[in-house]
């Protein structure tokens, strides 16, 4: 394996002053979680703007780059061959071995770019960049030097040790999770709510989630469904505390007594109740949901703000301007689609009204949960202990 190290990338994290260091070590930390599940052995270093990881034993290159590639905070991911020495020579000599078994014979322009981070050392960057140049013009005669606009920049670090790279692999961006708190996202089997979470959490928000489960209405094949997302989602994430409620006595009870037309909000009402209490208890500082403006009835701009109602948390709604082929394209990139299109209905889908109202009037809405008062807070009370938590890594 040429390869024996990785030069990670940051970007955002790169301008926060002062407070830099406390991302940093959260994105080592987020490395380290990712590379556990991985073969080999790796130790990750923080040094003066840079992450480093080196492989300690033999390792598998392609799975260890899909684990970077899922952590947030990773801008880009640079394969690199570590020289333990210093000396001239032997850099010389690596660094033209790494362009031979890279680029073959071919022809190419190139750049050599140096960060000479040992002071000590007895030449400046723009010497070693001269030198470095000079022996690559000599070893590969079809090479040429473009310092405007080369085809190719070849990485020469100059450190403890030297690194020496040119290829950059795309990272997620973002933020390193648990950077910006916790949010609890409302979760359920369909496309929109796994994405939500996915770019909430790529702000660097640590997420609970809450499913709304409703036996017999719903089969344990839905309730596993949304498992399965949550796993998928935790790919990006990290583990995810989720949090079951058991639905179905609060649903039915709002079906007899209120107008079917407005059984949609009412639920959905009933269900941020639930997720804010869940959210309290569990020190969550918003709710997450997957909603977007206009997309079906409850997610009208008088929907929205009739759900809005009956929360003091702030509700995150990432994908709120996107249309579906947006959060389509993104589901598919996070590997979330083909499981939410699965045939299994959630309790959103099953008690829905032939001609649901768009325009909810928060007053009469309120006026109908009145219908209520006799028996709501009872089983909200058995909704709460009904909860199941489980831990979805």
């Not at 407005?262 to 918003?286: D, F, P, S, W």
């Not at 006026?367 to 202990?385: C, G, P, T, V, Y």
């Amino acid at each position: 394996m040429m390869f024996r190290a990785f030069l990670v990338k940051y970007a955002e994290i790169g301008i926060k002053g002062k407070n830099r260091y406390i991302f940093e070590n959260a994105l080592r930390d987020q490395i380290k979680f990712a590379l556990n599940g991985v073969e080999g052995e790796f130790e990750v270093v923080k040094e003066q703007g840079r992450i480093y990881i080196e492989a300690l034993a033999d390792f598998d290159y392609d799975e260890t780059v899909e684990a970077l590639k899922r952590v947030f905070g990773v801008a880009a991911i640079c394969p690199t061959v570590l020289v333990d020495s210093n000396d001239w020579e032997t850099l010389k000599r690596a660094t033209g071995d790494y362009v031979e078994k890279v680029y073959g014979d071919r022809a190419f322009t190139f750049k050599v770019q140096a960060k000479r981070a040992d002071k000590h050392y007895f030449m400046t960057s723009p010497e070693i960049c001269m030198e470095m140049g000079a022996y690559l013009l000599e070893r590969f005669p079809q090479l040429k030097v473009d310092v405007h606009e080369p085809e190719i920049f070849i990485h020469v670090e100059v450190r403890g040790k030297s690194y020496i790279y040119s290829q950059v692999i795309p990272g997620p961006g973002g933020m390193p999770v648990g950077t910006n708190g916790k949010a609890m996202l409302l979760l359920s089997g369909g496309i929109d709510s796994p994405v939500a979470g996915y770019m909430i959490a790529k702000r660097g928000v640590r997420i609970e989630a809450v499913y709304f489960h409703a036996p017999p209405y719903t089969s344990e094949r839905a309730k596993q469904k949304v498992v399965d997302l949550a796993k998928l989602v935790a790919r990006y994430a990290g583990p995810i505390k989720l949090h079951i409620v058991n639905f179905t006595d609060i649903q039915l009870y709002i079906y007899e007594q209120c107008p079917h037309e407005e059984l949609t909000i009412i639920m959905r009402r009933y269900m941020m109740r639930i997720a804010e209490k869940l959210a309290e208890e569990n020190r969550c500082l918003g709710l997450i949901t997957g909603e977007s403006i206009g997309q079906v009835a409850s997610q009208t701009m008088q929907s929205l703000a009739a759900t809005n109602e009956v929360c003091t948390m702030p509700v995150y709604r990432p994908v709120i301007g996107f249309d579906k082929q947006d959060i389509v394209d993104i589901a598919e990139k996070i590997n979330t689609y083909e499981t939410s299109i699965l045939p299994y209905e959630d309790c959103c889908t099953i008690f829905v009204a032939k001609h649901p109202v768009t325009k909810p009037n928060i007053n009469v809405i309120r006026k109908s949960e009145k219908r209520l008062e006799e028996k709501i807070d009872e089983l909200f009370e058995a909704a709460m202990n009904s909860v199941e938590t489980i831990i979805v890594e």
